[in-house]
């Protein structure tokens, strides 16, 4: 997981309330990304960002929101928009373009919402 | 758009016995592909990736891949698997900047 941080680990909020996921990197990279992964399902990104103070949508950005005012940095925010926000969410950095650089993934963070 | 496939949701192997966990793709253009390891409760890690030349990529813990144009496929293969090996493995493409697209992943059961 090296050089990726992601707290808490496990996060318990009721229904209604907006809680906001940190993810921190040390390698330098310009990308920063957030996924999603449910039980028994492949990985499902939500927001990316290339760059600082650019962030663009994935495939399921409804109902999460993001910021990017540091490199090093990338916190995700479930919102109470979100319908079915209890999951397991995945930081990820890499290098810039234009090459395809291989994905840095933080060890995650577990949100339960009841 | 671009999309992966791995077909078999568990793979079952004995210890020391070869392992092979599939995966295909579909892309316009150039593939780039990617397999990663996760553990339970854990991040993915990165195994290994082909971005052009020699078909066959030698990745992490003596994992290797083979690339196939023909039958776009990029399966993952060990010549001896072990009990530590027992984890789920995602194949990954990318063809559109930094953007990968994930496969829905494969768990791999290792038995003494």
């Known amino acids: ?114 | 758009a671009q999309s992966v496939a791995q077909p078999e949701d568990q793979v079952n192997v004995a210890e020391g016995n070869p392992l092979t966990v599939k995966c295909t793709y579909s892309v316009s253009g150039n593939p780039y592909l990617f397999w990663y390891v996760q553990y339970p409760n854990r991040g993915l890690q990165f195994l290994l990736k082909y971005i052009t030349g020699d078909n066959l990529v030698k990745g992490s813990y003596g994992f290797e891949a083979e690339f196939n144009k023909s039958q776009t496929s990029f399966h993952l293969k060990k010549p001896s698997a072990l009990v530590s090996d027992s984890a789920l493995y995602f194949c990954a493409v990318n063809n559109a900047g930094n953007m990968l697209t994930f496969g829905g992943g494969t768990r791999l059961m290792v038995k003494p």
């Not at chain 1, 909020?13 to 996921?21: A, P, Y």
């Not at chain 1, 663009?56 to 950005?61: E, L, R, W």
């Not at chain 1, 999951?87 to 291989?102: D, H």
């Open chain 1, 1 to 114: 997981d090296g050089g990726i941080t992601q707290s808490p680990k496990y996060l318990f909020r009721k229904e209604g309330q907006n809680v906001t996921l940190s993810c921190e990197q040390n390698l330098n990279h310009d990308a920063m990304y957030w996924y999603r992964q449910d039980p028994g399902q492949g990985l499902r990104l939500i927001y990316y960002s290339q760059i600082v103070n650019d962030f663009q949508k994935g495939d399921i950005a409804e109902g999460y929101s993001v910021s990017r005012e540091k490199k090093e940095s990338f916190p995700l925010t479930v919102t109470s928009a979100q319908k079915n926000p209890t999951a397991f969410y995945l930081c990820a950095s890499s290098r810039g373009q234009p090459l395809p650089y291989e994905q840095y993934f933080g060890p995650g963070t577990r949100l339960t919402v009841t």
